[in-house]
C-alpha cells in the first residue's frame, strides 16, 4: 500500500463512521423541499448562478466528492440528462440512496476512491462539478486533476466552488480566532481523531483522518497540469462553510472566504 492510499483508506473509514452522525442531523424533508421548489436546488446563488451560466440542462455531469448526493440530485433537478456522483464512502451513499427515492429524481452513484476508478468508467461527461470540503483530503492534487480531467470530454467544463486555501489558517474555535493559527504553506497532514461533523460538536473519539493543506498557486497549476485550461478563477468574501466560520463575514480587513474555479478541457 502506498502512503497515499493508506490516507485515502483512513479517510474512508473515517467518513464512514461520521455517517451515523451526520444521519441523526440529516433533515431529508428539507433537501427535499429544496430540490422540489428552488430552481438550483441546495446550490446557492453563486455557484447556481455559475451552473446556469455553464448550462447544465440536456448535459452529463458527474460530482466528484458528493457525499449525500444532495448536490448531484440538485444538478438532475437542473436538467442534466445523466447525473453520476462519485464518492468513496458507501455509508454516505446510502444516504444518497435515500434521498434519491426521497426526492423521485434520476441519479447514479459509484462508491470509488477518485485515485483508483474503475477502468470501464465513462469518460464523457460534459460537466464536472466540485465542491465545499473536497480537496482538502486529497493528498496528492496532480494525480487528482488528473482523475478528474480523465472523466470528461473535450469541451467539457469543471466548476469548483471550494473554501479558500486562506481560510484554512484560521480555528473559528481558537481562543483568538483572528490570529492565523496555520501555515498557508503547511505541507506536514493534519491528523484529527475527531468526527467529521459539521456542528462544531465532537462526541468523543474516531478513526484518524488526515487533511491536507494546498495553497491557491497548488491547485492552480495541479488543474493545469492535467491539461484543462483555466477560464477564471474567483475569489469571493462571503463563507460557504460551517456556521461557526460566519465570524469571518463582513469585516474591515476581510479575508477571502471561498472560491470558484471555471475550467474547459480543451
Ligand atoms: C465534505 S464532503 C463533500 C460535501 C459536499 N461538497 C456537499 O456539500 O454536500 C467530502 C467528501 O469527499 C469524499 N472523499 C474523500 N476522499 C475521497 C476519495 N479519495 N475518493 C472519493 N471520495 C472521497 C468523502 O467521503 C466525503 O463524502
Not at 460530482?63 to 440530485?73: I, S, T
Not at 470528461?152 to 481562543?175: C, K, N, Q, R
Not at 488543474?223 to 469585516?251: K, M
Amino acid at each position: 500500500m502506498t502512503e497515499n492510499s493508506k490516507f485515502t483508506a483512513d479517510n474512508k473509514a473515517a467518513w464512514n463512521a461520521s455517517a451515523t452522525y451526520h444521519q441523526a442531523t440529516l433533515n431529508i424533508d428539507d433537501i427535499v423541499a429544496k430540490l422540489r421548489d428552488h430552481d438550483h436546488g441546495v446550490f446557492d446563488e453563486t455557484f447556481g448562478a455559475t451552473l446556469d451560466a455553464i448550462g447544465v440542462r440536456g448535459k452529463k455531469a458527474v460530482q466528484v466528492g458528493c457525499n449525500n448526493g444532495r448536490e448531484a440530485l440538485s444538478l438532475a433537478k437542473m436538467g442534466a440528462t445523466s447525473v453520476l456522483g462519485i464518492d468513496q464512502s458507501d455509508a454516505f451513499l446510502a444516504q444518497a440512496e435515500m434521498l434519491k427515492n426521497a426526492a423521485s429524481l434520476e441519479c447514479q452513484f459509484l462508491c470509488s476512491d477518485i485515485y483508483n476508478l474503475p477502468s470501464d468508467i465513462d469518460a464523457d461527461f460534459d460537466v464536472g462539478v466540485i465542491t465545499i470540503g473536497v480537496l482538502n483530503w486529497m493528498p496528492d492534487l496532480k494525480l487528482f486533476f488528473q482523475a478528474v480531467a480523465g472523466l470528461l470530454t473535450t469541451g467539457a467544463t469543471l466548476a469548483i466552488y471550494e473554501t479558500h486555501p486562506v481560510l484554512e489558517m484560521f480555528d473559528p474555535d481558537a481562543a483568538d480566532p483572528f490570529t492565523p493559527k496555520h501555515s498557508y504553506f503547511a505541507k506536514t497532514p493534519y491528523a484529527s481523531e475527531e468526527p467529521i461533523t459539521y456542528d462544531g460538536s465532537s462526541p468523543g473519539k474516531a478513526p484518524v483522518s488526515w487533511w491536507f493543506s494546498h495553497t491557491m498557486g497548488d491547485i492552480v497549476t495541479a488543474a493545469i497540469q492535467a491539461g484543462l485550461r483555466l477560464e477564471r478563477l474567483t475569489e469571493y468574501p462571503h463563507s460557504n462553510r460551517e456556521v461557526d466560520f460566519d465570524i469571518y463575514e463582513d469585516r474591515d480587513a476581510q479575508v477571502p472566504m471561498c472560491f470558484e474555479m471555471v475550467l474547459t478541457k480543451p
